[in-house]
């Protein structure tokens, strides 16, 4: 009886363990088929992105591609916002003009896209894109630009190298109407489904040699489900009106109309009608310009800024003012209309008479005398010019504070000596020797050689200013012991009567109006300098200063002293600069004359 049970058990026992293995089995052949359809679908999604990016270039550089397919050969051409260069080259197989460097890499920095990387996620295999066209020979026919962008490598079944079309299957289902495939059958080509319908439509495979299960995305103009978008790139019309839904059309460069344009309002940056432009209401402008003249049957009022015209203003009533004064333009002995009025730039009255601007009043002094009015009275009077120049103001100058040179100045009326830069204690003196008059041309300045009191014309850069006879030759005459030589003055222009003001009165000797003594110590080693402005004291400006004569008090022991005495170039100021030692520099003023 035993016997029995057990062999019953054992009966039972081996039908279980048959019915688990069986489903087992079953749930392992589920999870493996499951696998391979995740695993397709990643593939899928991955060449969906990247084909959708390969799209987005197509529009956005449309121009830039169609332009590369109208050149030669081989030539490349670079996107000017990336600065990468893409090269054309004709397909054979394809029959097509296409791009032969564009990498994903290049595709990615191009669109700036988000979400793809270099490689898919699939061992073995690369992306390729191919960017062609089959018709863009001119710039006047229509330039259809197409794209594939496909693996280099199928996926492969677990067991075997065969492509696995189960998840080829789920990888396609992913890309959706513009993802093919190449078959067993024909691997030469791309097999893609209609987006309208299952109509089969191929593209040529790019990849040699050809392999049977590679993925694909299409783009461009070949895909039929462009045909329910208003393309970008503006090579489909619109077939019917284009409602924005209260939303903007923004960054237009031109918009053509060939009827009306009916808006509640319209803000534009510049508006151009060639024919009329009629309103029932008011227009506002900043500024209207008319270069045909305007008519206004109406009154104008002009508030605030006032008119202003280039020609005439005729009135056939007054022209009046009732507030302000009426300003008019012209010039002493200028021509004129017969009964005008009119204003000077020193906004004296004038009026026509002749032909001729003429004052309307007496002047007041020589300024007020037109130009040729003065020449008439000035005739046979002596003319003067003003001459000057900078001595010494080279690179390589090296002065020399004792000088047996005599430095003469012919024909100098009156003249003066400014210190540009002054190297020794004393800067040098300029006298006046004898007068030039009745037709004479003799010395009239010198500067003596240096001694105890006065420097030489070779210790510092000077500048000299004369005031001399219009015409008459001016320079410096330098005489040594066995040699003599001139310098001609830098610059010589007629004189005003502003110079002759100044030069006149300088050249006589002044008064003295305050002496005063600047003393300053920076014996410290290290010290970094500084420039003192002796002008800015209260007593000053100062009309001449020379250096202190006492080198004992102000001498130190350190290298790299300094010690300056000059004149400042562009604003005439008295300015002493000391560093790592002392200096004293003594002023004087002279009183006004």
């Known amino acids: 009886m035993r016997s029995k049970q057990r062999g019953v058990f054992l009966i039972g026992a081996t039908i279980a363990v048959a019915v688990v293995g069986i489903l087992v089995a079953f749930w392992g052949q589920h999870q493996m088929q499951q696998m391979r359809i995740e695993k397709g679908e990643r593939v899928g999604e991955s060449l969906k ?252 009022e002009v508030k605030n800024q006032g008119v202003h015209a280039d020609g005439e203003i005729r009135a056939q009533g007054e022209l009046r003012s009732e507030a302000g004064v009426v300003r008019l333009k012209g010039a002493v002995g200028g021509s004129c209309s017969d009964r005008g009025i009119g204003l000077d730039e020193q906004g004296r009255v004038m009026s026509c008479q002749s032909g001729t601007w003429t004052l309307g009043a007496l002047p007041k002094d020589s300024t007020e005398v037109s130009e040729d009015i003065r020449s008439e009275i000035v005739k046979g009077y002596v003319p003067w010019d003003v001459a000057s120049i900078t001595v010494n103001n080279y690179r390589d100058f090296k002065a020399r504070c004792e000088s047996t040179t005599t430095t003469e100045i012919p024909n100098g009326f009156a003249c003066q000596l400014d210190v540009v830069k002054n190297y020794c204690e004393q800067i040098p003196r300029l006298r006046q020797r004898t007068f030039i008059g009745n037709g004479r041309r003799d010395v009239s300045f010198e500067i003596p050689p240096s001694d105890g009191q006065n420097g030489s014309i070779a210790g510092g850069i000077y500048k000299i200013t004369c005031l001399t006879p219009r015409g008459a030759p001016v320079q410096l005459v330098y005489r040594a012991a066995n040699s003599t030589g001139a310098q001609a003055f830098d610059s010589v222009r007629p004189a005003t009567e502003e110079d002759l003001r100044r030069l006149i009165v300088r050249s006589r000797l002044p008064q003295v109006k305050s002496i005063k003594l600047f003393e300053e110590f920076r014996c410290a080693l290290g010290d970094a300098g500084h420039i003192y402005n002796l002008d800015e004291d209260k007593d000053g400006p100062w009309d001449y200063c020379e250096m202190a004569s006492d080198e004992a008090k102000y001498q130190c022991d350190w290298p790299n002293q300094m010690r300056d005495l000059y004149r400042d170039i562009d604003s005439g100021a008295w300015k002493f600069r000391l560093k790592q030692r002392g200096g004293g520099v003594k002023c004087v003023k002279f009183a006004e004359q």
Not at 57 to 81: C, N, P, W, Y
Not at 122 to 140: F, P, Q
Not at 280 to 297: C, H, L, P, Y
């Open 49 to 300: 992105v990247l084909g959708n990016h390969v799209q987005d270039f197509m529009v956005k550089h449309h121009g830039d591609i169609k332009a590369l397919f109208l050149q030669r050969e081989g030539a490349s051409r670079k996107i000017a916002e990336s600065g990468i260069e893409l090269t054309r080259r004709y397909d054979v197989w394809l029959r097509a003009k296409t791009i032969s460097d564009l990498t994903v890499e290049k595709l990615i920095r191009l669109t700036g896209a988000k979400g793809t990387g270099s490689s898919p996620p699939l061992a073995g295999a690369e992306y390729r894109i191919v960017v062609y066209s089959t018709n863009c020979a001119d710039k006047t026919e229509p330039c259809d630009i197409d794209a594939v962008t496909y693996l280099t490598a199928p996926i492969k079944s677990t067991y075997s190298n065969g492509a696995d079309w189960v998840a080829s299957g789920a990888a396609l289902a992913k890309l959706g109407v513009l993802g093919g495939i190449s078959r067993q059958g024909d691997p030469n080509v791309f097999r893609f489904l209609d987006g309208n319908g299952p109509v089969i439509n191929t593209v040529r495979n790019p990849e040699r040699p050809a392999i049977a299960g590679l993925l694909a995305m299409r783009g461009g103009y070949q895909t039929s489900a462009q045909d329910a978008f208003l393309r970008r790139d503006g090579t489909r019309e619109m077939q019917g009106d284009l409602n924005l839904s209260g939303n903007n059309i923004v960054n237009a460069k031109q918009i053509t109309n060939v009827e009306l344009v009916d808006v509640e309002k319209m803000t534009a940056k510049t508006i151009t009608a060639t024919e009329n432009i009629h309103s029932d209401g008011q227009i506002s402008a900043k500024g209207i310009f008319s270069s045909d003249g305007a008519t206004i049957t109406g009154k104008l």
